[in-house]
């Protein structure tokens, strides 16, 4: 389907270019915002400090861009070069004139019927390289788009949609490549990460998060369970160009709550991986929930730090996990640091020095039921934390929220929900969350803000000492990063569902919030 293309002649340059340098570089170039995280190493911190803890009461709205597209609006926008480029639901992208949001171009995608997509018709964002952008759909396909017109360049199948793989992840770009993960676990589909050549779509390679016959890993699935073992990859992943490693969580086993069927730790679902940029090959695997009957996907943006532990340099890794543990790992080799709980734990008594979780007995899900700490929608979920180098601490939006669930049995059927069970949310007892401020180091509480109900909407640290996010009951918010202190607040109508990101334009900086079916720019008078 051809694009929609719209000009304004207010715009700034339409021909955006962003080499790999510049990407790699982005901390040398606080105006602009050029991957999913803001940087590869997955801090979501702007250096920009323009907007601070003295004038953020001042800020207000500049300008509005809506959907036109009733489904959750949870992307991350990227911005270089005077323009905004932003994917929308279901599988859309426009740019934005960053004077006053206007369109530039709208590219729409005509999508299949039939096509599947267990958690909503969502797309959570771009990347950009030279002068494309790269747009992943939920049929499953990989484009790329030229950034001055929104024309196709080139479009190529990842996976089969029909048999449950959708796309919803912003691809990460990096030297001449771009990287894709897949959704579609509830399916029973076969988890993958693939890299294709950034200019001409050619696949370069593939890793199988679930290993098949004589590859290591396969002997942790029962029979012919790895052949519908999920384990997808459906959130942007981190980089070290130093190692050239790309770091990428993976998505929890199927089916989701019997795990009978496929008796093992079922390798590599619930993991970090650690991949040769290069040649897609595992240089090392970390798994938080071995045997995962809980549906705890483990597919956070991983966090790349670097600190001293016990007097020794260490280059880290860290994740706000979904089962409710924060984890400290070496980022060379995949070595357990530290950990401990940051939400309410009720499924294991803590973790041994190796980082396996040591199992309370019997919360694994039962025909009639057995309730557990954190729920299916975990201490976190998909949307991102942030980590500010100025304060030192890791900002993690926490849901205390339980789940009973409840063990059936299935047999897989092409394209259709392979759970084998169900869940149902603790009666009477209402949900709650709040904002954390983490040690990165030892995982120790350092402030928390709370929230009336759990959030869905990631956070931005900045060098102006401050912390953005949102609610459910669409209450955008600034946090004084170093106590937790609320400065600012604006009531945006519709609950906010995305990451923030922040950018400079014309000598201003600018804060940027997705509420609703709206993306709103603020900035101060």
């Known amino acids: 389907m051809k694009p929609i293309l719209m000009l304004c002649a207010c715009a700034g340059s339409l021909a955006a270019q962003v080499p790999y340098a510049r990407i790699a570089a982005s901390a040398s170039e606080p105006g602009s915002w050029l991957t999913y995280s803001g940087s590869y190493a997955g801090h979501r911190y702007s250096p920009l400090k323009q907007i601070d803890r003295t004038n953020v009461a001042r800020l207000k709205p500049a300008w509005m861009y809506q959907t036109n597209d009733l489904n959750q609006f949870?992307?991350?926008?990227?911005?270089?070069?005077?323009?905004?480029?932003?994917?929308?639901?279901?599988?859309?992208?426009?740019?934005?004139?960053?004077?006053?949001?206007?369109?530039?171009?709208?590219?729409?995608?005509?999508?299949?019927?039939?096509?599947?997509?267990?958690?909503?018709q969502v797309n959570r964002g771009l990347a950009i390289l030279g002068d494309t952008v790269y747009l992943g759909t939920l049929d499953a396909h990989l484009l790329a788009l030229d950034a001055k017109t929104g024309h196709v360049r080139w479009d190529v199948t990842v996976a089969d949609y029909k048999t449950g793989y959708s796309?919803?992840?912003?691809?990460?770009?990096?030297?001449?490549?771009?990287?894709?993960?897949?959704?579609?676990?509830?399916?029973?589909?076969?988890?993958?990460?693939?890299?294709?050549?950034?200019?001409?779509?050619?696949?370069?390679?593939?890793?199988?998060?679930?290993?098949?016959p004589g590859e290591p890993g396969h002997e942790t699935w029962r029979g012919d369970s790895w052949k519908n073992g999920s384990a997808t990859t459906w959130v942007t992943g981190s980089y070290d160009p130093a190692s050239n490693l790309i770091y990428w969580g993976t998505g929890n086993p199927g089916p989701d709550y019997d795990g009978d069927v496929r008796q093992g730790d079922d390798l590599y679902a619930d993991s970090v991986v650690a991949l040769d940029a290069s040649s897609g090959k595992l240089k090392w695997h970390f798994q938080f929930t071995p045997h995962d009957t809980h549906d705890w996907d483990s597919t956070h943006t991983p966090v790349l730090f670097d600190a001293t532990v016990r007097g020794v340099a260490r280059k880290l890794l860290m994740v706000a996990n979904r089962n409710g543990f924060f984890y400290v790992l070496d980022r060379q080799t995949g070595e357990f640091v530290a950990g401990k709980p940051y939400a309410k734990v009720t499924w294991a008594k803590g973790l041994d020095n190796r980082g396996r979780p040591i199992l309370v007995p019997g919360m694994d899900p039962k025909p009639e039921g057995t309730p557990v700490y954190p729920g299916v929608h975990g201490g976190t979920n998909w949307f991102s934390p942030s980590y500010s180098p100025e304060t030192g601490l890791f900002y993690v939006g926490m849901r205390e929220e339980g789940t009973t669930y409840y063990r059936a049995t299935t047999d897989y059927q092409t394209g259709t929900?392979?759970?084998?069970?169900?869940?149902?949310?603790?009666?009477?007892?209402?949900?709650?969350?709040?904002?954390?401020?983490?040690?990165?180091?030892?995982?120790?509480?350092?402030?928390?803000?709370?929230?009336?109900?759990?959030?869905?909407?990631?956070?931005?640290?900045?060098?102006?000492?401050?912390?953005?996010?949102?609610?459910?009951?669409?209450?955008?918010?600034?946090?004084?990063?170093?106590t937790g202190k609320p400065l600012w607040t604006f009531q945006a109508g519709g609950p906010a569902l995305g990451n923030a990101v922040s950018y400079e334009f014309e000598g201003k900086q600018y804060v940027v919030l997705t509420a609703g079916r709206a993306l709103m720019a603020f900035g101060v008078d």
């Open 74 to 120: 949870e992307a991350t926008p990227i911005v270089a070069d005077g323009v905004m480029y932003v994917s929308e639901p279901p599988s859309n992208a426009a740019a934005l004139d960053l004077r006053t949001g206007r369109p530039l171009w709208i590219f729409r995608r005509a999508l299949p019927s039939d096509v599947r997509a267990c958690c909503g």
């Open 167 to 212: 796309i919803t992840v912003a691809p990460l770009a990096l030297q001449d490549k771009v990287i894709v993960g897949v959704a579609g676990g509830e399916y029973g589909v076969r988890g993958l990460l693939d890299a294709y050549d950034a200019k001409t779509g050619a696949r370069l390679w593939r890793f199988w998060t679930v290993p098949g």
């Open 417 to 482: 929900y392979y759970t084998a069970g169900g869940i149902h949310g603790l009666a009477g007892v209402e949900p709650s969350g709040a904002i954390k401020a983490l040690d990165p180091v030892t995982g120790d509480a350092k402030w928390e803000f709370p929230l009336h109900s759990p959030p869905w909407a990631g956070l931005l640290s900045t060098a102006g000492g401050l912390v953005f996010g949102g609610t459910n009951e669409g209450n955008l918010f600034a946090l004084d990063a170093a």
